[in-house]
Structure formats: structure tokens, C-alpha cells
């Protein structure tokens, strides 16, 4: 693992990471509230091919009450593509690294 990398450069300008509520819940449910599924969230590690996050949720018994799961969204910001004519990569400007495709997904 890299140690050399400033882990203060991945905040909330470089990601969104939220939840994002199954089967339309929070439109259905009237019962429903926006700040349950709030949570919080740093960088614990990165390398050149992994990205931990640890992240607290202000309310977790809220997370998945469904059988159907909610899902973690994290959203990369201010990429700059394709570097590359095959558009196999992806640039992060503001970590000052490329992120391969196959580790965009979760």
C-alpha cells in the first residue's frame, strides 16, 4: 500500500457516496425521511487499485428494510475521459490518478 498519498485530497469535492433507497420507497412511503439514510463518511486507504472508505450511518437499522436492499452509491466527480483512445481509463483530476474500468464498479 502506497503511503506517500495524501488521503485529505478524497473529500466530498472528489465523491458522493449516499444511499439510494429501494423500490421507490422513499417516494411511497409517507413515513419515510431523507435524513435516516444520511451518513458520514472518510478515506481510510487508497493504492493504485483500491479505495477504502469507512463510513458511518446516522441511522443503520434505516438502511435495507426492504427484502429488496438499498443500494451504496458512490459517485466520482470532476473525471476527465477518455485519456486514452480505447477509453479503457479514466482520469481523477483532483487525486492526480487514473482509475482503471475495472474498478469503477462496485
Known amino acids: 500500500m502506497k503511503t506517500d498519498f495524501d488521503l485529505n485530497k478524497i473529500d ?4 458522493d457516496v449516499f444511499i439510494e433507497p429501494a423500490m421507490n420507497r422513499h417516494i411511497i412511503d409517507e413515513t419515510y425521511e431523507n435524513s435516516s439514510l444520511d451518513l458520514s463518511w472518510v478515506p481510510h486507504s487508497f493504492d493504485d ?10 441511522n443503520a437499522k434505516a438502511i435495507s428494510p426492504l427484502e429488496v436492499q438499498d443500494k451504496l452509491v458512490i459517485v466520482f466527480k470532476n ?4 485519456i486514452d483512445p480505447k477509453n479503457e481509463i479514466i482520469y481523477a483530476k ?9 474498478y469503477r464498479v462496485l
Not at 49 to 58: G, H, P, R, Y
Open 94 to 102: 483532483d487525486i492526480d490518478k487514473t482509475i482503471d474500468d475495472s
Open 49 to 58: 487499485q483500491d479505495l477504502v472508505l469507512n463510513a458511518t450511518f446516522k
Open 12 to 15: 466530498d469535492s472528489v465523491l
Open 79 to 82: 473525471l476527465t475521459f477518455p
